[in-house]
């Protein structure tokens, strides 16, 4: 869990970022807790997230960092998310560095919830679940982004023990859902 106004401490390919925000109350303390986001560990305590998350997806997209695709063109990216709710849980974000969705302009919003319905519908017909469920959060990552997540039962899609994925099974999923066009 993320508190406003504590502590950032990232290790990132054994370099250690940091930051503070001096608006952090003395009465509030925060337990740090660690999650592995991308390929590299971040203890996460702080509103410094901003500059560092957006960069994770940022980087994503500049192929500075790997993910699993399934889906890209000039606007939008899809990628298999590593802490999946379930098989198949995809994040598709727009190109454009926003950090939430509802800011993004008029004509950039239509097209990415248009891409989010086809990839749905592509996710349902290529894994063996009933629904796929779409979430807007927009706390983890100030990046604008929609989780589509497949799930045959509320439990599955509502999930909260998400374990992280094996990279490998990742790979081949990625390879099986790949779209080239939409």
């Known amino acids: 869990r993320v508190v406003e106004g504590a502590r950032l401490e990232i290790v990132y390919a054994g370099n250690r970022i940091e930051g503070s925000n001096p608006s952090l109350s ?11 986001v991308g390929f590299f560990c971040a203890t996460i305590s702080s509103t410094k ?33 590593i802490f999946p709710t379930n098989t198949g849980h995809t994040l598709v974000i727009p190109k454009q560095a926003v950090e939430f969705v509802w800011d993004l302009p008029a004509d950039d919003y239509a097209y990415l919830m248009t891409i989010v319905q086809k990839l749905a519908r592509h996710l349902r017909s290529q894994l063996p679940y009933q629904y796929v469920g779409s979430q807007i959060v927009g706390v983890d990552v100030p990046h604008a982004h929609v989780h589509l997540i497949p799930f045959n039962t ?9 374990q992280p994925a094996d990279q490998a099974e990742l790979a081949d999923l990625a390879q099986k859902l790949f779209i080239a066009e939409l």
Do not use: C, W
């Open 26 to 36: 003395a009465t509030r303390s925060a337990r740090p807790s660690v999650r592995l």
């Open 49 to 81: 997230r901003e500059k560092f998350m957006s960069t994770i997806f940022q980087k994503i997209i500049d192929g500075e960092i790997p993910a699993h695709k399934i889906y890209e063109d000039d606007r939008v990216l899809a990628f298999l998310d």
């Open 154 to 162: 509320v439990a599955e899609f509502t999930n909260p023990d998400k």
